[in-house]
């Protein structure tokens, strides 16, 4: 085995298991701490510096934070993470003074940034500050793409959209909006150092079946239809609503429909019900809501009478392998149903559409109709030219939209400073002790064994009544104190120092999960199951000691350590300790113009006293 290296960020990103996999990297145990501490302004400026809209991301996130989450491996859920967010952003102090200002002198380079989606506003977000002058086109009168425009107000009030994106646009960007661009080539004619294009995926995919064309007035596209009702061009539905699709657009759709009078709404999706693309919790609130989910059936026809929609009809399917394994959708040969509806609501799923980049201008798309793009830094065919969020890889969510946003700035910044877009800049790494005397430290080490606590809803008879009015209340500070305990530290790594090491085998006997064992060394495969308890999950590395006087390894399975310190606080001669680790993802490293600042992650200090 290899000795593990301290001082290298990769072992300890991936311990640190809800940051890894947070597309951002937000410092989540960091954020948590100080909401346990009542310290919600610091707590959100963490958020900011990492994913941008803290409060619009408390609300909507997709949150693959949370299966990765350390605690759901010890218990059936994961701490509550997007919500704790939202609870910094709900309960902050004015953020107004901490946020960078413009920057007193421009640095002569002019990036254009299409759409005002996060992943435009992201880039925006890292490059004003620094002296670009940054312009960001919309076709909307208001920024926020689908942010604004596709998730519906009762769980994400447009004041929150306009509070996070405004922090952006005051950074001095310039916003072309209500000003949608037809051409590519004229933007680049208009002399940009560098465009990135943000525009999402902005069609949505149309079903042709029988009666499509004779129903056309009651079968909406659900993307298009949520856009309408965003803007209030479209106040009521009929009675009897079906949403046919499994994501979480759907889910938005049939909870919509409901607030704007439809008293029957029927989701049917063609897949079983864990197959469906929606979060577990979009189905779960969706059905709260009365609203049933009807699995394995596949649309044959949109029947009408007198040019009006009268339903639609179902072939029952079944899933089946066929002899190579594939998965099928074959017919049961049981009879067709028959759903009458007054209105029908398309979401099976979204496209990218480009018409307004022209073929001959040397920027390739695939087979798909993607752009032709370097994964990693995001360039496009024409060098100057980058892509991110939907636009650059398909339909995803606004987390890894952000993310697109910060590896796209990093990009331009060394595009416009003529310097190898591929030498991307490292994380940026600290590991500090929280040793506070022998055995103290400055973090809650005791595990909460609290189960996950529960979001505070408002009552279904007053959300139902109003598509404005928000059903999610947020955590409480009380609610929310009790639910950051829940949060492991995972942050907080066991640093073993050999030399140091008697071994006495003190920290072994105490460790409540029997993580750390004294082997002799060999190969990983087979090591791994000489361990006390087994270290059966490969993904996750090892942490490994050598040096030992004995000639042993110290092995620790860092997929089951609860970081509680435990081993630290028993070791009698101090080679363990407890050592706070965190990364802050690159930014762009311009040297800033005149007065501006590029914006920073607050300092992490001791937390006060409850």
Known sequence: ????????????????????????????????????????????????????????????????????????????????????????????????????RPAAQLNGKRIACIGAGPASLTVARDLAPLGYDVTVFDGDAKA???????????????????????????????????????????????????????????????????????????????????????????KSVGRRVVVLGGGNTAMDCCRSA?????????????????????????KED??????????????????????????????????????????QLLPTGEPDLHIPCDDVLVAIGQENAFPWI???????????????????THQSTIPNVFFGGDAAFGPKNIIWAVAHGHEAAVSIDLFCRGEDIQNRPPPETSLISQKMGIHEWSYDNDV??????????????????????????????????????????????????????????A??????????????????????MRLRAPANNPSQDLYVGLGLKTGRAMVKDEDVCLHCGLCAERCPTGAWDMQKFLLETAKPKAQPCGRAAAPRMPAPVAAPER
């Open 258 to 282: 409901r607030r704007l009078g439809g008293q029957d709404v029927t989701v049917v999706v063609r897949s079983g019900f864990e197959e469906m693309k929606a979060s577990p919790w979009e």
């Open 144 to 234: 926020g793409g689908f942010i604004r425009t596709q998730i519906p107000r009762f769980r994400l009030p447009e004041e929150v959209i306009d509070e996070e994106v405004g922090y952006v646009l005051n950074l001095g960007v310039r916003a072309r909006l209500g000003e949608r661009v037809d051409s590519l080539k004229a933007v680049l004619a208009e002399g940009y150092d560098a465009v990135f294009v943000g525009t999402g995926a902005p069609r949505g995919r149309d079903l042709s079946v029988p009666g499509r064309e004779e129903a056309a007035a009651n079968i909406h596209i659900g993307i298009d239809w949520l856009n309408s009702v965003s803007f209030g061009h479209i």
């Open 448 to 505: 909460s064994i609290d189960l996950r606590f529960k979001v505070p809803m408002r009552e279904a008879e007053i959300a139902l009544k109003d598509i404005r009015t928000e059903v999610e209340l947020g955590f409480t500070p009380e609610l929310a104190f009790k639910e950051a305990e829940r949060c492991l530290n995972c942050d907080v790594q066991t640093v073993f120092t050999p030399k140091l090491c008697i071994e006495c085998d």
């Open 507 to 528: 920290c072994m006997d105490i460790c409540p999960t029997d993580c750390i064992s004294f082997v002799e060394d060999g190969e990983e495969s087979e090591l791994r």
């Open 1 to 100: 085995m290899k000795v593990t290296q301290a001082r290298s960020p990769e072992h300890f990103h991936k311990v640190v298991d809800c940051q890894h996999a947070c597309p951002a990297h937000t410092p989540v145990p960091e954020y948590i701490r100080l909401i346990a501490a009542g310290r919600y302004t610091d707590a959100y400026m963490v958020n900011w510096w990492s994913n941008v809209f803290p409060g619009i991301l408390g609300r909507t996130c997709d949150r693959p934070c949370e299966p990765a989450c350390r605690r759901g491996r010890v218990e059936e859920e994961p701490v509550a993470i997007c919500r704790l967010k939202r609870v910094a952003a709900d309960n902050k102090d004015d953020v107004t003074g901490r946020m960078p």
């Open 358 to 376: 022209e073929r001959d201008i040397g920027l390739e798309f695939d087979r798909w109709g993607l752009p032709k793009l370097d994964p990693r």
């Open 286 to 327: 969706a059905m709260h809501e009365g609203i049933p989910i009807l699995n394995y059936l596949v649309p044959k026809e949109f029947t009408h009478a007198d040019g009006r929609l009268t339903g639609v009809l179902f072939e029952k399917v079944a899933a089946q392998r066929d002899a190579t394994g594939r998965r």
